[in-house]
Every structure is written in C-alpha cells, then in structure tokens.
C-alpha cells in the first residue's frame, strides 16, 4: 500500500514467491531474485529458503525490499518497459553490480521511511543485514588482498553475525569467487544516499520521493559516474521549472 506514496512510475508486472527446495536450499542465499521475462511473457519471482535457519522471520522485511518490491523485482521489470532506453541499459543488470545492488541497499534502508519494519525483530533484521554488507566487506579484502584461509574468512563472519554456519560458507565461496563483487553492493549503497542528500539539499521542501526515485529507477543499468551524470541532469531541469 506504500508503494504508490514513494514511487509515481511503477512497473505493469508484478511478481510471484516460491520456496527454495530444501534439498538445495543448504548452499543457496536466505533469497534471491529472479526477474520477470524481458519481454514480459511471465513475472518475476520471489525466492526464499524453505530453511527457516537460514531465512528467519526477522529477515523477512529486509529481504523483501530488497529483492521484491521495491528492490530488484520492482527495478528491473521497470527497466525492461523503458523502450527508449538502449538494450545494455535495460537488460545489463549484472554487469552494474554497484548500480544495480546499490539500489536494493537504498531499498532497505528506505523501508525504514515507509514504515515497513513494524516490531523491534523486524528493525533487528534490518541491522542484521546491514551488519553483513559491513564484515563482508572485510572479509572480501581479506581474502584477495590479505590472503585469508577459507576458515578464516567464515570464522570471522561467524563472530559477527547470527547467519547459518552453512550460509557463511556459502557466502565466502562466492566472494572467493567474485573478487570485489560484494563491495559493488556498498559503493553503489553510499553513492545512491549521496544523490539523495545532494536532492534533498539542493531542493528542500520541494524534494519528491516520486520524482528522486523515477530518475534513478529510469536510468538503467550503468556506471555511477553515469548515475550521477543522470540524476543531475534531473536536479538541474527541476531547479530551472522552479526557477522559471
């Protein structure tokens, strides 16, 4: 129901929600996305551990935002509806990691504002998430530069957070895997919250969640200097409508 008092474009294409098969769930994240078809033959799907360990309810709200509605799902089935944007920026999602992921943090820390996080477990989740993003961002450097062991690495991780011993491990294999891959996610986090406060600054009492969220959203798949490029373009035509 919050949806349309902080976002004035909002995709045709809902999305749907499955459960992980236990059977997999062990190695897999708490949840990921799964977009909706490029051409919009069928929505996207929500995916979320059938292991209760590994998603527990408290996560649930972070989650969502950030993978659903209006994260990932949200995100790019609108993307695939902006015909007159070119194909790498509609359809280039995971090679913009920092643009891409940035936005689902944003996302998270935007429920907040939207009232999503209703009891002291659900705003725990919250910082639980964020808890995450942070000791990740030191493991990943402490396996690529530092030469950090694998058990390490999970050690580390296990100290900090309330995560599953199997979804630790998971995890390190995939930053293992994908160097610096997990630090696209806070870049791209820090330069959305940036923008926003350079909006809010810049406009005041005339800053529209609507408007802030539709350029950024618009703007597709790409590099955050292009972003930031966009978003100011946007600043600039909205400060001279004032202005005129």
């Known amino acids: 129901r919050r949806i349309p008092e902080f976002f004035g474009l909002i995709p045709r294409i809902t999305y749907g929600v499955q459960s992980i098969p236990e059977s997999v769930s062990a190695r897999m994240p708490p949840a990921y996305a799964q977009p909706s078809a490029a051409d919009g033959s069928s929505a996207g799907i929500f995916w979320i551990s059938s292991l209760p360990s590994k998603a527990p309810s408290f996560l649930h709200p972070a989650l969502v935002v950030h993978e659903a509605w209006p994260g990932h799902l949200m995100h790019l089935a609108l993307l695939?509806?902006?015909?007159?944007?070119?194909?790498?920026?509609?359809?280039?999602?995971?090679?913009?990691?920092?643009?891409?992921?940035?936005?689902?943090?944003?996302?998270?820390?935007?429920?907040?504002?939207?009232?999503?996080?209703?009891?002291?477990h659900e705003h725990y989740g919250r910082l639980e998430m964020e808890m995450w993003r942070a000791v990740r961002?030191?493991?990943?450097?402490g396996i690529h530069v530092q030469g950090w062991s694998r058990e390490q690495a999970v050690a580390y991780m296990a100290e900090h957070l309330t995560l599953s011993r199997e979804t630790i491990e998971g995890e390190?294999?995939?930053?293992?895997?994908?160097?610096?891959?997990?630090?696209?996610?806070?870049?791209?986090?820090?330069k959305l919250r940036e923008l926003r406060r350079r909006a809010e600054g810049r406009l005041g009492t005339r800053f529209s969640h609507r408007g802030f969220h539709e350029a950024v959203m618009t703007a597709g798949a790409v590099t955050l200097p292009v972003l930031d490029d966009l978003v100011e373009d946007w600043l600039q035509r909205q400060e001279s409508r004032h202005a005129a």
């Open 80 to 120: 695939n509806e902006q015909t007159d944007t070119p194909a790498f920026r509609r359809y280039g999602a995971v090679k913009y990691t920092a643009c891409v992921e940035g936005w689902a943090l944003y996302c998270e820390n935007l429920g907040i504002e939207m009232g999503l996080y209703t009891t002291p």
């Open 137 to 141: 961002l030191v493991v990943d450097t």
């Open 172 to 190: 390190v294999d995939r930053y293992a895997a994908l160097p610096a891959q997990a630090l696209g996610y806070q870049i791209g986090n820090l």
